[in-house]
Protein backbone atom coordinates (compact mmCIF):
# COMPACT_ATOMS: atom_id res chain seq x y z
CA UNK A 1 0.00 0.00 0.00
CA UNK A 2 1.47 3.32 -0.59
CA UNK A 3 2.32 5.28 2.67
CA UNK A 4 0.74 8.47 1.27
CA UNK A 5 -2.67 7.27 0.81
CA UNK A 6 -2.72 6.35 5.12
CA UNK A 7 -1.90 10.28 5.53
CA UNK A 8 -4.29 12.36 7.22
CA UNK A 9 -6.22 14.92 4.89
CA UNK A 10 -4.02 17.99 4.65
CA UNK A 11 -5.93 21.26 5.22
CA UNK A 12 -6.92 23.19 2.09
CA UNK A 13 -4.62 26.38 1.81
CA UNK A 14 -6.83 29.45 3.00
CA UNK A 15 -8.20 31.36 0.24
CA UNK A 16 -5.31 33.73 -1.66
CA UNK A 17 -4.83 35.91 -4.80
CA UNK A 18 -3.16 33.00 -6.16
CA UNK A 19 -5.00 32.03 -8.78
CA UNK A 20 -7.93 33.77 -9.72
CA UNK A 21 -10.40 35.94 -7.04
CA UNK A 22 -13.13 37.89 -6.56
CA UNK A 23 -12.42 41.44 -4.79
CA UNK A 24 -15.34 42.86 -3.20
CA UNK A 25 -15.38 46.64 -2.25
CA UNK A 26 -17.60 47.42 0.70
CA UNK A 27 -17.12 50.55 0.77
CA UNK A 28 -18.64 51.04 -2.72
CA UNK A 29 -21.54 48.12 -1.29
CA UNK A 30 -22.34 50.94 1.22
CA UNK A 31 -22.38 53.68 -0.49
CA UNK A 32 -24.73 51.89 -3.06
CA UNK A 33 -27.20 51.22 -0.41
CA UNK A 34 -27.30 54.72 0.76
CA UNK A 35 -27.71 56.36 -2.65
CA UNK A 36 -30.68 53.50 -3.20
CA UNK A 37 -32.28 54.14 -0.18
CA UNK A 38 -32.10 58.13 -0.76
CA UNK A 39 -33.98 57.94 -3.87
CA UNK A 40 -36.83 56.26 -2.50
CA UNK A 41 -39.79 58.05 -0.76
CA UNK A 42 -39.62 58.60 3.02
CA UNK A 43 -41.70 55.53 4.41
CA UNK A 44 -39.74 53.04 2.08
CA UNK A 45 -36.85 51.10 2.72
CA UNK A 46 -34.52 49.20 1.09
CA UNK A 47 -34.87 44.90 0.42
CA UNK A 48 -31.53 43.89 -0.43
CA UNK A 49 -31.59 40.85 -2.81
CA UNK A 50 -29.09 38.34 -2.35
CA UNK A 51 -30.00 35.20 -3.67
CA UNK A 52 -27.57 33.20 -5.80
CA UNK A 53 -24.85 33.74 -3.11
CA UNK A 54 -25.19 37.96 -3.55
CA UNK A 55 -24.59 37.80 -7.03
CA UNK A 56 -21.66 35.81 -7.15
CA UNK A 57 -20.57 38.53 -4.35
CA UNK A 58 -20.85 36.34 -1.57
CA UNK A 59 -24.13 36.49 0.24
CA UNK A 60 -22.89 36.12 3.65
CA UNK A 61 -20.45 38.77 3.87
CA UNK A 62 -22.59 41.02 2.10
CA UNK A 63 -25.51 40.80 4.51
CA UNK A 64 -23.27 41.23 7.08
CA UNK A 65 -21.89 44.58 5.71
CA UNK A 66 -25.62 45.61 4.66
CA UNK A 67 -27.13 44.74 8.01
CA UNK A 68 -24.39 46.64 9.95
CA UNK A 69 -24.70 49.55 7.94
CA UNK A 70 -28.60 49.30 8.81
CA UNK A 71 -30.47 47.55 6.21
CA UNK A 72 -32.83 45.15 7.93
CA UNK A 73 -34.77 43.67 5.16
CA UNK A 74 -33.04 40.72 2.71
CA UNK A 75 -34.40 38.54 -0.06
CA UNK A 76 -33.12 34.79 -1.37
CA UNK A 77 -34.44 32.44 -4.04
CA UNK A 78 -34.25 29.65 -1.90
CA UNK A 79 -35.06 27.65 1.50
CA UNK A 80 -31.44 26.94 1.97
CA UNK A 81 -29.79 30.57 1.23
CA UNK A 82 -32.06 31.72 3.59
CA UNK A 83 -31.32 29.73 6.17
CA UNK A 84 -27.63 30.24 5.30
CA UNK A 85 -27.83 33.50 6.29
CA UNK A 86 -29.74 32.78 9.54
CA UNK A 87 -26.96 30.65 10.66
CA UNK A 88 -24.69 33.58 9.84
CA UNK A 89 -26.47 35.82 12.20
CA UNK A 90 -28.43 37.51 9.65
CA UNK A 91 -31.24 39.90 11.40
CA UNK A 92 -34.57 40.89 9.90
CA UNK A 93 -36.71 39.86 7.31
CA UNK A 94 -35.50 37.25 5.22
CA UNK A 95 -37.57 36.91 2.46
CA UNK A 96 -37.71 33.76 0.20
CA UNK A 97 -38.99 34.60 -3.12
CA UNK A 98 -39.48 31.74 -4.62
CA UNK A 99 -40.80 28.35 -4.28
CA UNK A 100 -40.01 26.34 -0.90
CA UNK A 101 -41.73 22.45 -0.81
CA UNK A 102 -44.48 22.87 1.70
CA UNK A 103 -43.03 19.82 3.37
CA UNK A 104 -40.14 21.65 4.49
CA UNK A 105 -42.40 24.45 5.98
CA UNK A 106 -41.26 23.58 9.75
CA UNK A 107 -37.56 24.72 8.48
CA UNK A 108 -39.30 27.78 7.72
CA UNK A 109 -40.62 28.53 11.13
CA UNK A 110 -37.44 27.35 12.95
CA UNK A 111 -34.92 29.95 11.20
CA UNK A 112 -37.71 33.02 10.51
CA UNK A 113 -38.22 33.07 7.25
CA UNK A 114 -40.73 34.74 5.47
CA UNK A 115 -42.34 32.72 2.56
CA UNK A 116 -43.57 33.92 -0.85
CA UNK A 117 -47.07 32.41 -1.65
CA UNK A 118 -47.31 31.88 -5.31
CA UNK A 119 -50.31 31.02 -5.60
CA UNK A 120 -53.84 30.13 -3.90
CA UNK A 121 -53.58 26.34 -4.02
CA UNK A 122 -49.74 26.39 -2.55
CA UNK A 123 -51.24 29.08 0.35
CA UNK A 124 -53.63 26.30 1.51
CA UNK A 125 -51.16 23.30 1.69
CA UNK A 126 -48.73 25.72 3.61
CA UNK A 127 -51.15 26.52 6.36
CA UNK A 128 -51.93 22.82 6.36
CA UNK A 129 -48.88 22.07 7.45
CA UNK A 130 -49.36 23.12 10.93
CA UNK A 131 -46.66 25.92 11.92
CA UNK A 132 -47.43 29.35 12.03
CA UNK A 133 -45.46 31.04 9.28
CA UNK A 134 -44.89 34.54 8.25
CA UNK A 135 -45.54 35.32 4.35
CA UNK A 136 -45.93 37.58 1.53
CA UNK A 137 -48.60 37.35 -1.08
CA UNK A 138 -47.29 37.54 -4.72
CA UNK A 139 -49.36 38.55 -6.87
CA UNK A 140 -49.65 37.87 -11.07
CA UNK A 141 -50.17 41.25 -12.55
CA UNK A 142 -48.91 40.53 -15.98
CA UNK A 143 -45.62 39.00 -15.52
CA UNK A 144 -47.48 35.67 -15.95
CA UNK A 145 -45.01 33.38 -13.54
CA UNK A 146 -45.56 33.36 -9.86
CA UNK A 147 -48.05 35.01 -8.25
CA UNK A 148 -52.20 35.04 -7.58
CA UNK A 149 -54.17 36.62 -10.03
CA UNK A 150 -54.45 40.55 -9.36
CA UNK A 151 -57.96 39.75 -10.92
CA UNK A 152 -59.23 37.05 -8.33
CA UNK A 153 -59.56 39.44 -5.23
CA UNK A 154 -61.56 36.99 -3.36
CA UNK A 155 -58.78 34.38 -3.58
CA UNK A 156 -56.46 36.65 -2.24
CA UNK A 157 -59.03 38.23 0.25
CA UNK A 158 -59.83 34.70 1.52
CA UNK A 159 -56.18 33.30 2.22
CA UNK A 160 -56.13 36.40 5.23
CA UNK A 161 -58.58 33.73 7.18
CA UNK A 162 -55.46 30.72 7.00
CA UNK A 163 -55.06 30.39 10.48
CA UNK A 164 -50.85 29.46 10.39
CA UNK A 165 -50.28 32.04 7.84
CA UNK A 166 -49.80 35.72 8.90
CA UNK A 167 -49.80 37.84 5.96
CA UNK A 168 -46.68 40.63 5.97
CA UNK A 169 -46.61 41.82 2.81
CA UNK A 170 -48.48 41.91 -0.65
CA UNK A 171 -46.04 42.60 -3.59
CA UNK A 172 -45.74 42.27 -7.35
CA UNK A 173 -42.82 42.13 -10.03
CA UNK A 174 -42.47 44.17 -12.91
CA UNK A 175 -41.92 42.46 -16.24
CA UNK A 176 -40.39 45.08 -18.11
CA UNK A 177 -39.54 48.13 -15.41
CA UNK A 178 -36.14 48.49 -17.69
CA UNK A 179 -37.53 49.36 -21.07
CA UNK A 180 -37.75 53.10 -22.36
CA UNK A 181 -40.17 51.59 -25.41
CA UNK A 182 -43.73 53.08 -25.04
CA UNK A 183 -45.45 49.96 -24.83
CA UNK A 184 -43.96 49.01 -22.58
CA UNK A 185 -44.25 51.65 -20.25
CA UNK A 186 -47.88 51.25 -20.91
CA UNK A 187 -47.58 47.87 -19.68
CA UNK A 188 -45.34 48.41 -16.99
CA UNK A 189 -48.32 51.52 -15.54
CA UNK A 190 -51.13 48.68 -16.07
CA UNK A 191 -48.80 46.12 -14.07
CA UNK A 192 -49.19 48.92 -10.92
CA UNK A 193 -53.15 49.90 -11.45
CA UNK A 194 -53.65 46.43 -11.07
CA UNK A 195 -51.69 45.49 -8.18
CA UNK A 196 -53.54 48.55 -6.50
CA UNK A 197 -56.84 47.97 -7.46
CA UNK A 198 -56.30 44.45 -5.95
CA UNK A 199 -55.21 45.91 -2.51
CA UNK A 200 -58.16 48.64 -2.96
CA UNK A 201 -59.92 45.35 -2.87
CA UNK A 202 -58.59 43.96 -0.27
CA UNK A 203 -58.40 47.13 2.09
CA UNK A 204 -61.91 47.61 1.04
CA UNK A 205 -63.63 44.25 2.77
CA UNK A 206 -62.06 45.47 5.85
CA UNK A 207 -58.64 44.27 5.62
CA UNK A 208 -55.91 46.42 6.82
CA UNK A 209 -53.08 46.44 4.01
CA UNK A 210 -49.88 44.54 4.78
CA UNK A 211 -46.64 46.19 3.78
CA UNK A 212 -46.58 46.77 0.09
CA UNK A 213 -43.65 46.36 -2.64
CA UNK A 214 -43.57 46.61 -6.40
CA UNK A 215 -39.88 47.84 -7.21
CA UNK A 216 -37.18 45.90 -8.38
CA UNK A 217 -33.42 47.70 -9.67
CA UNK A 218 -35.19 48.93 -12.95
CA UNK A 219 -38.72 49.77 -11.28
CA UNK A 220 -36.58 52.13 -8.76
CA UNK A 221 -34.59 53.72 -11.49
CA UNK A 222 -37.27 54.13 -13.89
CA UNK A 223 -40.28 54.52 -11.42
CA UNK A 224 -39.00 56.09 -8.35
CA UNK A 225 -42.61 57.64 -7.73
CA UNK A 226 -44.47 54.87 -6.52
CA UNK A 227 -44.79 54.74 -2.42
CA UNK A 228 -44.06 51.29 -1.46
CA UNK A 229 -43.40 49.84 1.83
CA UNK A 230 -40.01 48.07 0.31
CA UNK A 231 -38.25 48.43 -2.73
CA UNK A 232 -36.38 44.59 -4.03
CA UNK A 233 -33.04 45.99 -4.96
CA UNK A 234 -30.53 43.60 -6.80
CA UNK A 235 -28.44 44.60 -9.55
CA UNK A 236 -28.51 48.24 -8.95
CA UNK A 237 -27.31 47.89 -5.41
CA UNK A 238 -24.34 45.69 -6.66
CA UNK A 239 -23.55 48.99 -8.77
CA UNK A 240 -23.67 47.76 -12.19
CA UNK A 241 -26.86 48.36 -14.99
CA UNK A 242 -28.19 44.68 -16.43
CA UNK A 243 -27.36 45.61 -20.02
CA UNK A 244 -25.61 48.65 -22.00
CA UNK A 245 -26.71 51.56 -23.14
CA UNK A 246 -29.10 51.76 -19.93
CA UNK A 247 -31.03 55.11 -19.66
CA UNK A 248 -32.63 55.61 -16.42
CA UNK A 249 -35.16 58.26 -15.48
CA UNK A 250 -33.04 58.37 -11.99
CA UNK A 251 -29.42 58.20 -13.23
CA UNK A 252 -27.40 57.88 -9.46
CA UNK A 253 -24.09 57.49 -8.67
CA UNK A 254 -23.58 53.81 -8.15
CA UNK A 255 -20.41 52.42 -7.95
CA UNK A 256 -19.38 48.53 -9.25
CA UNK A 257 -18.78 46.36 -5.94
CA UNK A 258 -16.87 43.30 -7.16
CA UNK A 259 -13.78 43.13 -9.53
CA UNK A 260 -12.40 39.73 -10.92
CA UNK A 261 -8.68 39.44 -11.31
CA UNK A 262 -6.39 36.94 -12.06
CA UNK A 263 -2.64 36.63 -12.51
CA UNK A 264 -0.41 35.78 -15.39
CA UNK A 265 1.19 32.56 -14.65
CA UNK A 266 2.89 31.82 -18.11
CA UNK A 267 4.06 33.94 -20.67
CA UNK A 268 4.76 31.89 -23.72
CA UNK A 269 5.98 33.07 -27.55
CA UNK A 270 4.27 32.00 -31.07
CA UNK A 271 5.34 32.09 -34.24
CA UNK A 272 3.28 34.14 -36.55
CA UNK A 273 0.75 31.29 -38.12
CA UNK A 274 0.83 29.40 -34.95
CA UNK A 275 -2.61 28.89 -33.14
CA UNK A 276 -3.23 29.36 -29.18
CA UNK A 277 -6.15 27.21 -27.62
CA UNK A 278 -8.61 24.44 -28.72
CA UNK A 279 -10.23 24.87 -32.24
CA UNK A 280 -7.08 26.60 -33.30
CA UNK A 281 -9.23 29.22 -33.06
CA UNK A 282 -6.57 31.91 -32.71
CA UNK A 283 -3.97 31.91 -35.27
CA UNK A 284 -1.15 34.71 -34.72
CA UNK A 285 -0.98 36.86 -37.91
CA UNK A 286 2.27 38.02 -36.14
CA UNK A 287 5.32 36.84 -33.98
CA UNK A 288 3.36 37.27 -30.24
CA UNK A 289 3.73 37.03 -27.00
CA UNK A 290 0.91 35.11 -25.08
CA UNK A 291 0.21 35.30 -21.43
CA UNK A 292 -1.67 32.45 -19.81
CA UNK A 293 -4.12 33.48 -17.30
CA UNK A 294 -5.86 30.82 -14.81
CA UNK A 295 -9.72 31.87 -15.13
CA UNK A 296 -11.84 29.40 -17.49
CA UNK A 297 -15.81 29.47 -18.17
CA UNK A 298 -15.78 26.90 -15.00
CA UNK A 299 -14.78 29.96 -12.90
CA UNK A 300 -18.18 31.77 -14.55
CA UNK A 301 -16.27 33.49 -17.60
CA UNK A 302 -18.56 32.72 -20.59
CA UNK A 303 -16.66 30.99 -22.73
CA UNK A 304 -18.44 33.54 -25.33
CA UNK A 305 -16.46 36.15 -23.96
CA UNK A 306 -13.10 34.45 -25.88
CA UNK A 307 -12.28 34.65 -29.27
CA UNK A 308 -11.54 38.43 -29.35
CA UNK A 309 -14.65 39.49 -27.31
CA UNK A 310 -13.17 40.66 -24.12
CA UNK A 311 -10.43 42.58 -22.67
CA UNK A 312 -8.38 42.20 -19.65
CA UNK A 313 -6.37 44.89 -18.13
CA UNK A 314 -2.74 44.31 -17.19
CA UNK A 315 -0.77 46.92 -15.70
CA UNK A 316 -3.08 49.63 -17.03
CA UNK A 317 -3.23 48.66 -20.61
CA UNK A 318 -5.46 46.72 -22.47
CA UNK A 319 -4.99 43.42 -24.12
CA UNK A 320 -7.46 41.21 -26.02
CA UNK A 321 -8.43 37.79 -25.00
CA UNK A 322 -7.68 34.99 -27.95
CA UNK A 323 -9.15 31.85 -29.01
CA UNK A 324 -11.22 29.65 -26.91
CA UNK A 325 -11.42 30.38 -23.28
CA UNK A 326 -11.10 27.05 -22.19
CA UNK A 327 -12.62 25.29 -18.40
CA UNK A 328 -10.02 26.52 -16.02
CA UNK A 329 -8.09 28.64 -18.73
CA UNK A 330 -7.30 31.66 -21.23
CA UNK A 331 -5.20 33.26 -23.53
CA UNK A 332 -4.39 37.07 -24.05
CA UNK A 333 -2.35 38.58 -26.53
CA UNK A 334 0.07 40.71 -24.97
CA UNK A 335 2.63 41.57 -27.60
CA UNK A 336 1.91 45.25 -27.20
CA UNK A 337 2.67 45.20 -23.99
CA UNK A 338 6.96 43.93 -23.73
CA UNK A 339 7.00 44.66 -20.40
CA UNK A 340 4.17 41.96 -19.02
CA UNK A 341 5.63 39.85 -16.56
CA UNK A 342 5.25 36.56 -14.81
CA UNK A 343 2.64 37.32 -12.12
CA UNK A 344 1.47 40.18 -13.18
CA UNK A 345 -2.33 40.82 -12.17
CA UNK A 346 -4.76 41.01 -14.69
CA UNK A 347 -8.44 42.82 -14.08
CA UNK A 348 -10.88 40.93 -15.92
CA UNK A 349 -14.03 42.50 -14.41
CA UNK A 350 -13.23 46.20 -12.77
CA UNK A 351 -15.02 47.87 -10.10
CA UNK A 352 -14.06 51.21 -11.99
CA UNK A 353 -17.63 52.54 -13.14
CA UNK A 354 -17.57 53.37 -16.52
CA UNK A 355 -14.55 50.88 -17.42
CA UNK A 356 -14.40 49.36 -20.47
CA UNK A 357 -14.13 46.12 -17.97
CA UNK A 358 -17.69 46.74 -16.49
CA UNK A 359 -19.76 43.82 -15.87
CA UNK A 360 -22.23 45.07 -18.25
CA UNK A 361 -19.83 45.62 -21.09
CA UNK A 362 -18.14 42.72 -20.71
CA UNK A 363 -21.69 40.70 -20.63
CA UNK A 364 -23.42 42.63 -23.41
CA UNK A 365 -20.07 41.51 -25.77
CA UNK A 366 -20.65 37.65 -24.36
CA UNK A 367 -24.23 38.19 -25.28
CA UNK A 368 -26.10 38.26 -21.82
CA UNK A 369 -26.99 40.35 -18.92
CA UNK A 370 -24.81 41.28 -16.04
CA UNK A 371 -26.92 39.66 -13.80
CA UNK A 372 -26.00 36.28 -15.22
CA UNK A 373 -22.25 37.24 -15.82
CA UNK A 374 -22.16 38.03 -11.72
CA UNK A 375 -24.68 35.37 -10.11
CA UNK A 376 -22.90 32.60 -12.72
CA UNK A 377 -19.30 33.39 -11.14
CA UNK A 378 -18.28 30.07 -9.81
CA UNK A 379 -17.41 28.62 -6.14
CA UNK A 380 -13.81 27.98 -7.21
CA UNK A 381 -13.07 32.05 -6.99
CA UNK A 382 -12.18 33.36 -3.73
CA UNK A 383 -14.11 36.07 -2.56
CA UNK A 384 -12.04 38.76 -0.82
CA UNK A 385 -11.94 42.20 0.63
CA UNK A 386 -10.95 44.53 -2.03
CA UNK A 387 -7.16 45.50 -1.21
CA UNK A 388 -7.46 49.41 -2.63
C1 LIG B 1 -34.23 38.89 -8.52
C2 LIG B 1 -35.46 39.64 -8.11
C3 LIG B 1 -35.38 40.99 -7.76
C4 LIG B 1 -34.11 41.82 -7.93
O1 LIG B 1 -34.02 42.22 -9.27
P1 LIG B 1 -32.91 43.28 -9.75
O2 LIG B 1 -33.32 43.59 -11.13
O3 LIG B 1 -31.61 42.59 -9.68
O4 LIG B 1 -32.99 44.43 -8.84
C5 LIG B 1 -36.52 41.60 -7.27
N1 LIG B 1 -37.69 40.93 -7.16
C6 LIG B 1 -37.82 39.63 -7.52
C7 LIG B 1 -39.13 38.95 -7.37
C8 LIG B 1 -36.71 38.95 -8.02
O5 LIG B 1 -36.83 37.67 -8.39
Known sequence: MNPAQQEPLEELPSPSRDRSWIEINFENLIHNARVLQDAMPSGCCLMAVVKANGYGHGAIEISHCLNNAGVTAFAVATLEEGIQLRQAGI???????????????????????????????????????????????????????????WDHPNQAISLFSLKNLSICGIYTHLAAADSPSLSDIAFTKEQIRRFYILTDEIQNSGIPLPKLHIQSSYGLLNYPYLHCDYVRAGIALYGVSSAVPSSTLLKLDLRPVLALKSRVILLRNVHSGESVGYSRAFVAARDSRIAILPLGYADGLPRSYGDGAGIVEIKGQNFPIVGRICMDQLAVDVTNGPHIALGDVATILSERPESLLSASLAAAKAGTISNELLSRLGKRLPVLKSSL
Open 91 to 149: QGLILVLGYTPVNKASLLHRYRLTQTLIDDEYAWALNKQGFPLSVHMKIDTGMHRLGIP
